[in-house]
């Protein structure tokens, strides 16, 4: 008798890197029940949305999506099963079961380890209210989680923190991942020690509020983000390190001085701010004004002088006026962002902001978004015009578009496309191939929006 062909499941993922590194522990639990990975959804047996619920629009993608999905199930056999993860499923899920019947299984965030049991419920037919698991359980999932298994790449997530109780008045956040957990350091370094042995060169430290890191080892000693980035930092295949999303509040001085320290850690941060405004950060409950953001950040630029910042905006926030937008304006022209996302306010059902008064029409938020858009890209051409002519160590992460181009990540966030003559690994096959995952040292040749081209310096390796 022939052994019957392994079940394909196939993971699409939305959101955030903390979505995407789910997606892989996803992965990884599968493979381990004698799943594999399938190409597309039509070759799949079981199909995965890992969703966002962070604005309107994202959440919506999922029910679109659903509907496409539900044409490619076989009536008989009814595969592909459709499974909903992520906080779309946390936020919704009861109503995701009544909305799109043809979703067979709603896990949220925390609860991925029990997909196995669910899988197999569905398979012996459990009614659909068996199939809905939103727990927040006592224990952490990482904890019932297998290892990795799956190659991560040259570039690595890895979630160090979880959740957020800091409840910004706009924000699903709290809601659908819960509050704030940090996983035990040594259970951390274990696992980037693990990604480094896979191949990693790059890990990226993951948190939805990921500067409040606070863990005890085994040891009841302490340790914050920053002793953290120190001991990976000490690991001799970590070529680069950084970590995001931080709150401004929590850029403590330790970490400021690992800027400073740490000569892995990339010159980089996003930091998000979302107002110039006083009154709007205050109805924000960010709990900081935007003073307090900008000494932050002087701090930050003494400490390390070539850092580059990132910020996310929200224009339209509720009322939100023509001042409160000149305030958010001038502080991107004073602070000079290397990049950034600006996001027009989204009501989120169950979040305060969408209860306040003033709500900002349509039409502004749009024009408002508009204008610091504009700000925002000349801003980035202007940093990336400044990388014209410098060398820089790229971190190669796959093809470009035309034969021959590879395409990397410089050490400010930037994506690099270098052009011909990568084949520097000297094999001759000209495609260079051999050189993705590795980090090589390239001169930038031009600037434009989005990015940068850049020929290839010394040898290939910077190592
Ligand atoms: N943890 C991060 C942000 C998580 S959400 C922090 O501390 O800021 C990512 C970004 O989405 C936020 O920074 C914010 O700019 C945007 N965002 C979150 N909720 C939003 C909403 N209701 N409407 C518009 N943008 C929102
Ligand atoms: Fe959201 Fe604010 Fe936390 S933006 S993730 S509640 S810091």
Known sequence: MRPEPAPRFFIRTYGCQMNVYDSGRIADL???????AADSPEDADLVILNTCHIREKAAEKVYSELGRLALLRAPRSRRPWL?????VAQAEGREIMRRAPQVDLVIGPQAYHRLPELLDGLRNGA????RVALDFPPESKFD????????????AYLTVQEGCDRLCTFCVVPYTRGAEFSRPPEEIIAEARRLLDGGAVELVLLGQNVNAYGACDGRGESWDLARLLAAIHE???CRRLRYTTSHPLALSDSLIAAHRDLPKLAPF???????????VLAAMNRRHTARQYRERIEKLRAARSDIALSSDFIVGFPGETDDNFADTLRLVRDIDFAHAYAFKFSARPGTPAAEMPNQVPEEKKAERLAELQGLLAEQQLAFNQKSVGGVQEILLVGRGRHEGQLKGRGPWMQSVVIDGGVDGDGDGDGDGDD???RIVCARIQSAGPHGLHASLETGFDAR
């Open 144 to 155: 019932r989680l297998p290892e990795e298994m799956m190659p991560r790449g040259a570039s």
């Open 83 to 87: 499974a909903v993860a992520g906080c």
């Open 30 to 36: 599968l493979g381990g029940q004698g799943w594999r």
């Open 127 to 130: 009614a659909r209210a068996g």
């Open 435 to 437: 050189n993705l995952g």
């Open 235 to 237: 690991l001799p295949s």
């Open 269 to 279: 941060l996003h930091l998000p701010v979302q107002s110039g405004a006083d009154s």
